[in-house]
């Protein structure tokens, strides 16, 4: 919890700087700058170019997941440091498969997981972190009850930390490595962010919900549509929607690429933190209110101060579903019977699954509740299986003392644990055979191939919990709630009634008490850390070489990644999230989703030594043995999607020297700097296709390598041909010191 003295000291630097932000931009302000101003660790020097310019940042918390936070904190432990310098949270929600319920589930977790949660406990014990032990529910839902408040800035080791974005805060995804530079108190260096600026007007109405303006939204920018820029929502639709669901449209940004996601500080903000027991910081956001926000005149002329402005009619909105295979892929449910039959999507609906960081607020909850009810009052039971996923040990005694727990168990749900699951690869599905089609809507976030159950297979939607539930119930793809009707035994047709829902709880929340222990604890620097030499879930890090100084020369081309390649494609999760604090075990997943152009096959590559297709990881083992280093070339946006620093980290392991790529999204950019891979971008997309398997790639001008120095390549081809290929890059000098120190936490390491 943020005692009041942190939030008023926040509050203070806040309202002193902005007079200053004026006076140095010579204009009026968005929010989104009158946080990244007063979090400044070293004044800006010049007007920063959107996406271009570099800045210091100091950010007030850092919070990190318990798949993410082990190799954060193996990182942590060579920096040298004794404590952390800001408050930092771990939550253990990602380690919890969901197979059998909530009680076993949590149960067998903890038993299966005990070597990595002790281990957890005893680094927080040691550098005075707070544990939020398993069963106290998902990161993101933790944060928003208890940690975040408006005006204030914080990153997480998630990529859908942007969900604070709902209360006000500047909130941003990032990898182990950015939250070691926190930890440490070390220069954290960032692209000042574009602002596209999103007008809501109007109210939402009946069956729409505030999940639906963020599917909208993901159909119109795309998933590379908020690459480097943050998404600022304004305008009266901002007011009419609740805390929890403005923070179910800041989790979903990261879907398109955005740096977070922001709303203006208004009352429903106020009236969620006094329903979280943070009365006192919410009187401290009501006396500086006309700040937390963007300046008037932003208002009137928004095209003059954002780099875009998008504009929703919320009174127009229609749900809307997204997918398969692609969280931008979206269409109202009015065009869903069309897209079926054009697309041969399988129509049966196998399972519906509502709830995880997203959408299990008290307000999503009720009224898939109201629509369950609905069901049950007629007879009614879901012909799909449902599952529901509460975000927070909080919302899961709130929901069962209000009886919501119930109606969902008598309409034929089942409770699973407060954690990600299903979400995120860990859940064991038996109702189908892995490479069987088959068709599921969730509420959740992302619905990549393999994403929810590791069945490539699985054709994964998404649509707000209320139309899930009503989908279940109905056990259709193409059902659409508005509209059609259920057959009773009767012989009667049954509409639905559209959903309501409370904000927040008339009761209030039921009280639970699930943190371990608390970040403003002394640490025990004493605490002794074991980690068994011979563990296959820990291992501790050796430092990465440094550069050699020299050009590098005959790079091997490990594969041409071809469509997307997101984090998941080039380190899978779900069962390997048990190896996510041992590097050289978990490299053994790596780019075993990728689609190698040279193959057309996933998970496989050529050794250009043998000329042999083989598994991908042993070529990358055969190459890394014998000190032959490799590249890889990549397609538009690598990297898409979660925050995993292993996305990096395996490579660099394995003998990566390059990643070179048409696009980059943000964290997997900033992830390779930080540990000494040097990610370049075409300057001209059609060299990618000039690129052939047993071409070899050398560097011609590295030794000149700083910020604004262009890194040129040599391409040579079997037959002795040479091609130079030109590249970008987007390295300040700071970032270009990580690269030639071997990685970011070498140089930290080596400053402490």
């Known amino acids: ?37 007063s979090h400044l660790s070293k004044p800006l020097e010049s ?29 942590f432990m060579n920096s040298g440091m004794k404590t952390t310098a800001v408050p930092t949270t771990v ?49 993101h839902q933790i944060v928003l009850e208890n940690y975040a408040f408006p005006g204030s800035l914080m990153i997480g080791t998630d990529s859908h930390t942007p969900n604070a974005g709902g209360l006000g805060m500047v909130a941003i995804g990032v990898g182990g490595a950015d939250a070691v530079d926190v930890m440490t108190d070390s220069l954290w260096e960032v692209n000042w962010p574009g602002i596209i600026g999103v007008k809501l007007t109007g109210k939402l109405n009946n069956w729409t919900s505030s999940k639906d303006i963020i599917l909208k939204l993901a159909g119109i920018l795309t998933v590379e549509g908020g690459t480097g820029k943050i998404i600022e929502y304004f305008g009266e639709g ?90 931008d892929l979206s269409r109202k449910i009015s065009e869903m019977p069309d897209a079926i039959k054009k697309n041969n999507y399988q129509n049966n609906l196998k399972v519906g699954l509502i709830g995880s960081c997203t959408n299990s607020s008290y307000e999503d909850i009720e009224r898939a509740a109201h629509i369950a009810k609905q069901a049950l009052d007629r007879g009614l039971k879901t012909k799909s299986q449902f599952y529901i996923t509460p975000g927070s040990n909080q919302i899961k005694a709130t929901m069962e003392r209000d009886g919501y727990t119930e109606i969902f ?21 038996s109702d189908v055979n892995d490479g069987e089609k088959n068709t599921i ?47 009773l035994d009767n012989d009667k047709k049954f509409i639905f009634e559209p959903p309501k829902g409370s904000e927040l709880p008339d009761e209030g929340f039921a009280k639970v008490k699930t943190l371990d222990f608390d970040p403003f604890e002394v640490p025990e620097i004493n605490k002794e850390i074991f980690i068994n030499p011979n563990s296959k879930r820990l291992q501790l890090l050796k430092p990465f070489k440094k550069w050699n100084n020299k050009e590098m020369e005959n790079l091997r081309i490990l594969i041409k990644t071809k469509g997307k390649c997101t984090t998941d494609h080039v380190s899978p999760a779900g069962p390997w999230l048990r190896f996510r604090g041992h590097l050289e075990n978990i490299s053994q997943n790596m780019y075993s989703g990728a689609l190698n152009a040279f193959t057309e096959t996933t998970g ?11 598994n991908i990881y042993e070529v990358s083992k055969y190459y890394n043995s014998n000190n032959i280093n490799w590249i890889v070339i990549a397609d538009e946006n690598y990297g898409e999607g979660s925050s995993r620093e292993h996305a990096a980290m395996e490579p660099r392991f394995m003998g990566c020297k390059i990643i070179l790529a048409k696009s980059f999204a943000r964290i997997a950019q900033t992830n390779l700097k930080k540990q000494g891979i040097i990610p370049l971008i075409f300057e001209n997309e059609s060299d990618y296709d000039l690129i052939e398997a047993f071409d070899t790639i050398s560097t011609i001008n590295l030794e ?46 080596n400053q402490s």
Not at 604 to 614: F, G, H, L, P, V
Not at 730 to 735: A, D, R
């Open 238 to 327: 901002t007011q009419s929607i609740s805390c929890t669901g403005k923070a179910t449209i800041t989790n979903m940004g990261a879907e398109v690429g955005a740096t977070t996601s922001i709303f203006p500080y208004d009352k429903k903000m106020y009236e969620y933190l006094v329903a979280t027991s943070r009365s006192e910081i919410a009187a401290e956001a009501e006396k500086i209110k006309n700040e937390l926000k963007a300046d008037d005149e932003v208002f009137d002329n928004p095209e003059k101060y954002y780099d875009e402005v998008i504009e929703i009619n919320l009174s127009e909105l229609e749900p809307h579903i997204v997918g398969p295979y692609s969280p």
């Open 1 to 37: 919890m943020n005692d009041l003295k942190t939030v008023t000291e926040t509050y203070s630097k806040y309202i002193n700087s902005i007079p200053k932000a004026r006076e140095f931009f010579n204009r009026p302000l968005t929010y989104t700058e009158k946080i990244l101003f």
């Open 47 to 75: 007007i920063p170019n959107r996406t271009k310019s570099f800045c210091s940042i100091k950010p007030d918390r850092v919070a990190m997941q318990d798949a993410t936070a082990q190799m954060a904190l193996l990182q």
């Open 409 to 429: 168990e008598k309409l034929g749900g089942e409770v699973l644990a407060n954690a990600c699951g299903p979400c995120i690869g860990q859940w064991k599905r």
């Open 91 to 139: 939550h253990c929600d990602h380690l919890i498969t969901a197979i059998n319920g909530a009680k076993d589930d949590l149960n067998n977790a903890i038993i299966k997981n005990k070597e990595v949660y002790d281990f957890l406990v005893s680094v927080c014990t040691k550098y005075g972190i707070g544990f939020w032990k398993p069963g106290a529910g998902i990161i």
């Open 604 to 614: 496989e590559a050529i050794n250009t030594e043998n000329r042999k297709t083989e």
């Open 704 to 749: 000149e390598f700083k910020s604004g120095n262009n890194i040129k390549l040599s391409l040579k081809k079997p037959d002795g041909s040479i091609h130079t290929i030109n590249t970008l890059h987007t390295f300040s000098n700071n970032q270009v010191s990580w690269f030639k120190a071997g990685s970011a936490l070498n140089l930290i390491a």
């Open 441 to 487: 809507i969730t509420s959740f976030n992302r619905n990549f191939a393999k994403r929810n159950d590791g069945n490539a297979a699985t054709e994964a939607f998404v649509a707000s919990p209320e139309i899930v539930t009503a989908l279940a119930i109905a056990g259709k793809l193409d059902f659409n709630p508005i509209s059609d009707s259920i057959m």
